[in-house]
Every structure is written in structure tokens, then in C-alpha cells.
């Protein structure tokens, strides 16, 4: 299983990126899929996720603001990130949860960096 995530980057406060994560080995459909991120010296934390039934959960701090979505024909699976601030400057990380076994997998980490 291979999780490759693309679209980070520097961006005023205010400004918009998206995220995106292919998937191979393993189908996001049917399993429990999101994003979290990790700041410095802070707990990685869930972001954004859709449950294997197809329901989506927003942390609050990201809620109005970001956007969670998935191409199953790509096996791709995006993040929109618009109006965003300084806070939200972190590593981010591709997750997805094996239904069979709930193992767990990550993708290797994207940054995204918000600073005027």
C-alpha cells in the first residue's frame, strides 16, 4: 500500500491550496479515509475525514473553511483548503483504514506553510 500526497506549499493567510493523495494496494471507497496534521511540537490531530459509510467529519477549527472529497475512478483523495491561517501550518498526512483488519496507513507527510 502506497499513499503519495502532493499539493502543499507556502501561502498567505488568507489563501487556498489543495491537497491531494493517491492511493495504490488499497481502495478508499468502503474505508475509512482522511487527513490529519502535525505542527511543531504539537500532536498529530485529525483534519478531516470519510467514514467507510461515506460520512464526512470536520475538526472545528477547520469547519466552513476546508473541504474533504475523492475521485474513485482516480482512487485520489483531496483536501480544499480555503481562507486559511497561520494556525493552520502543519505537516499533513493521508490516512486510510483498512475495514478488513483497521490497519492503518500514511502517506509520507505534505507541508503546508501559512505566513505572510
Known amino acids: 500500500v502506497q499513499l503519495v500526497e502532493s499539493g502543499g506549499g507556502s501561502v498567505q493567510p488568507g489563501g487556498s491550496l489543495k491537497l491531494s493523495c493517491a492511493a495504490s494496494g488499497i481502495t478508499f471507497s468502503g474505508n475509512k479515509r482522511g487527513w490529519f496534521r502535525q505542527a511543531p511540537g504539537k500532536e498529530r490531530e485529525l483534519v478531516a475525514q470519510i467514514t467507510s459509510r461515506g460520512s464526512t467529519n470536520y475538526a472545528d477549527s477547520v469547519k466552513g473553511r476546508f473541504a474533504i472529497s475523492g475521485d474513485a475512478a482516480k482512487n485520489t483523495m483531496y483536501l480544499q483548503m480555503d481562507s486559511l491561517k497561520s494556525e493552520d501550518t502543519a505537516v499533513y498526512y493521508c490516512?486510510?483504514?483498512?475495514?478488513?483488519?483497521?490497519?492503518?496507513?500514511w502517506g509520507q507527510g505534505t507541508q503546508v506553510t501559512v505566513s505572510s
Open positions: 490516512h486510510v483504514r483498512r475495514s478488513t483488519d483497521f490497519f492503518n496507513f
